[in-house]
């Protein structure tokens, strides 16, 4: 037996929203970049909105990694992304004029599917069929789609036949022959849902994505390897999750979910890298908590107390501007998440949105229609419908925190708070985020002054 020395193995870390999304993934991966050289988006397609504030500068992102802010970091699209090539190339081009660099930098999977017009088509008259009285007798079956043909392209690439990939656009001839028998097939659907529409032209669309795949080119690759390449060589990589882990196709509140795996669990089929590479998971939770659009929210404030959330957190939708649904910190779910996705660390984001309130409540388990309590997560819309949230109350604080140098010279009530979503779900809080801007974060324990430099 070999008893040397051996160099201790490349932390890799994957960054994942433990609520219903918009937990400010977007900030955490930004100012995580610093400290690691690839940066992967691996589930989700134009649909996800992450935010980061560098100054005064705000930047939305939807498909590209928030680590393109760094210019000497990689950032990868990986397979498990459907990308929409003409938001991805309208991202580029706000990107480079403002000054961003976008070139070699960023890495396109060539096996990740292609979101086309007639699946937005298809989205939007799926969404009006199920909120029309023809469908059906039971009132609105809408899951409150965005309606950017996330759902149809993941449709498609289970059904394979009528699927797209990057790859594709590089071939002209391949990607006419396969949208002419597409465009017939998909025309007869979008009718059969009683949308009146003109034919799709294969020809027009081919000649159309065939451009966008001659000026996404440079950037496309089998990343695969390439990611095996940089573990390999020693390099660290983040791992950006998109949507979040209660909207998980498999995990979240079915069936108003996202159409992809956005848990940790997504991670292995969206890259191609073994779940058993990443060493540190992080999960974002707000220290309330939010949702957009239909499905169950037991926590929901629908009065002037959750409106007051919505305004001091600027809860409207990154990519759809929709006001979002607030409400308290609903621990039962975040345990959950965290248990599904093997969080290690916490960052809780917004805390200072509640700043102010004279009482602030937690949720840590919940009343059942038939008068008995659980503390376990029901990731049915159904039945989770029917619970009723069991709170513990706690005092508030009316200092604003945003310049607290660290989490000692936070208000005793803020930190009680803090300690005690540490206590119900068991994982450390590693990074609290105190405002927008990359400074206003303490990152174990201590202001994150030297990060926002990077």
């Given at each position: 037996?070999?008893?040397?020395?051996?160099?201790?193995?490349?932390?890799?870390?994957?960054?994942?929203?433990?609520?219903?999304?918009?937990?400010?993934?977007?900030?955490?991966?930004?100012?995580?970049?610093?400290?690691?050289?690839?940066?992967?988006?691996?589930?989700?397609?134009?649909?996800?909105?992450?935010?980061?504030?560098?100054?005064?500068?705000?930047?939305?992102?939807?498909?590209?990694?928030?680590?393109?802010?760094?210019?000497?970091?990689?950032?990868?699209?990986?397979?498990?992304?459907?990308?929409?090539?003409?938001?991805?190339?309208?991202?580029?081009?706000?990107?480079?004029?403002?000054?961003?660099?976008?070139?070699?930098?960023?890495?396109?999977?060539?096996?990740?599917?292609?979101?086309?017009?007639?699946?937005?088509?298809?989205?939007?008259?799926?969404?009006?069929?199920?909120?029309?009285?023809?469908?059906?007798?039971?009132?609105?079956?809408?899951?409150?789609?965005?309606?950017?043909?996330?759902?149809?392209?993941?449709?498609?690439?289970?059904?394979?036949?009528?699927?797209?990939?990057?790859?594709?656009?590089?071939?002209?001839?391949?990607?006419?022959?396969?949208?002419?028998?597409?465009?017939?097939?998909?025309?007869?659907?979008?009718?059969?849902?009683?949308?009146?529409?003109?034919?799709?032209?294969?020809?027009?669309?081919?000649?159309?994505?065939?451009?966008?795949?001659?000026?996404?080119?440079?950037?496309?690759?089998?990343?695969?390897?390439?990611?095996?390449?940089?573990?390999?060589?020693?390099?660290?990589?983040?791992?950006?999750?998109?949507?979040?882990?209660?909207?998980?196709?498999?995990?979240?509140?079915?069936?108003?979910?996202?159409?992809?795996?956005?848990?940790?669990?997504?991670?292995?089929?969206?890259?191609?890298?073994?779940?058993?590479?990443?060493?540190?998971?992080?999960?974002?939770?707000?220290?309330?908590?939010?949702?957009?659009?239909?499905?169950?929210?037991?926590?929901?404030?629908?009065?002037?107390?959750?409106?007051?959330?919505?305004?001091?957190?600027?809860?409207?939708?990154?990519?759809?501007?929709?006001?979002?649904?607030?409400?308290?910190?609903?621990?039962?779910?975040?345990?959950?998440?965290?248990?599904?996705?093997?969080?290690?660390?916490?960052?809780?984001?917004?805390?200072?949105?509640?700043?102010?309130?004279?009482?602030?409540?937690?949720?840590?388990?919940?009343?059942?229609?038939d008068g008995t309590e659980t503390d376990r997560f029901i990731p049915d819309a159904h039945r989770l419908e029917g619970v009723t949230p069991i709170y513990e109350t706690m005092p508030g604080w009316s200092d604003e925190i945003r310049d607290a140098a660290d989490?000692?010279?936070?208000?005793?009530?803020?930190?009680?708070?803090?300690?005690?979503?540490?206590?119900?779900?068991?994982?450390?809080?590693?990074?609290?985020?105190?405002?927008?801007?990359?400074?206003?974060?303490?990152?174990?324990?201590?202001?994150?002054?030297?990060?926002?430099?990077?």
């Amino acid at each position: 037996m070999t008893t040397g020395h051996r160099t201790a193995p490349t932390v890799h870390t994957a960054v994942v929203g433990l609520q219903w999304g918009d937990e400010g993934k977007g900030k955490i991966v930004d100012l995580l970049t610093s400290e690691h050289d690839v940066i992967v988006r691996y589930n989700g397609g134009a649909n996800a909105g992450h935010t980061v504030q560098v100054g005064t500068e705000r930047y939305a992102l939807h498909l590209i990694p928030s680590g393109i802010l760094y210019g000497d970091k990689t950032c990868v699209i990986g397979n498990g992304v459907v990308v929409d090539p003409e938001k991805l190339l309208q991202e580029i081009d706000t990107l480079r004029a403002r000054g961003i660099r976008v070139g070699t930098n960023l890495r396109i999977s060539d096996r990740a599917h292609v979101v086309m017009p007639y699946h937005k088509e298809q989205d939007a008259a799926l969404e009006e069929y199920l909120t029309s009285k023809t469908a059906h007798d039971q009132g609105n079956l809408s899951i409150g789609t965005t309606r950017r043909g996330i759902g149809p392209a993941y449709a498609d690439k289970v059904r394979r036949s009528m699927a797209i990939r990057v790859g594709d656009l590089l071939d002209p001839e391949y990607l006419r022959s396969r949208l002419h028998v597409i465009c017939k097939l998909r025309t007869a659907e979008i009718e059969a849902l009683g949308v009146k529409t003109a034919p799709l032209d294969p020809e027009a669309l081919a000649t159309r994505y065939a451009e966008f795949g001659e000026r996404l080119r440079p950037h496309v690759d089998d990343t695969v390897y390439a990611l095996h390449d940089s573990i390999r060589a020693g390099r660290r990589i983040l791992f950006e999750g998109a949507n979040a882990s209660l909207l998980d196709i498999d995990h979240g509140t079915f069936p108003y979910v996202t159409s992809s795996n956005c848990s940790t669990l997504g991670i292995p089929a969206g890259t191609g890298v073994p779940g058993a590479a990443i060493g540190r998971v992080l999960g974002i939770m707000k220290a309330y908590s939010t949702r957009v659009g239909a499905g169950p929210f037991p926590t929901e404030l629908d009065n002037e107390l959750g409106h007051r959330i919505r305004e001091r957190g600027r809860e409207y939708g990154t990519t759809t501007g929709r006001p979002r649904r607030c409400g308290w910190l609903d621990l039962v779910a975040v345990r959950y998440s965290a248990m599904v996705c093997g969080a290690t660390g916490i960052a809780c984001t917004l805390f200072d949105v509640l700043s102010g309130f004279d009482e602030i409540k937690l949720c840590v388990r919940y009343r059942l229609p038939d008068g008995t309590e659980t503390d376990r997560f029901i990731p049915d819309a159904h039945r989770l419908e029917g619970v009723t949230p069991i709170y513990e109350t706690m005092p508030g604080w009316s200092d604003e925190i945003r310049d607290a140098a660290d989490r000692d010279s936070l208000p005793a009530t803020a930190r009680k708070y803090l300690s005690r979503i540490e206590e119900v779900t068991g994982i450390p809080i590693e990074v609290v985020s105190l405002g927008p801007e990359r400074t206003q974060t303490l990152v174990d324990g201590r202001r994150a002054i030297a990060l926002a430099t990077a």
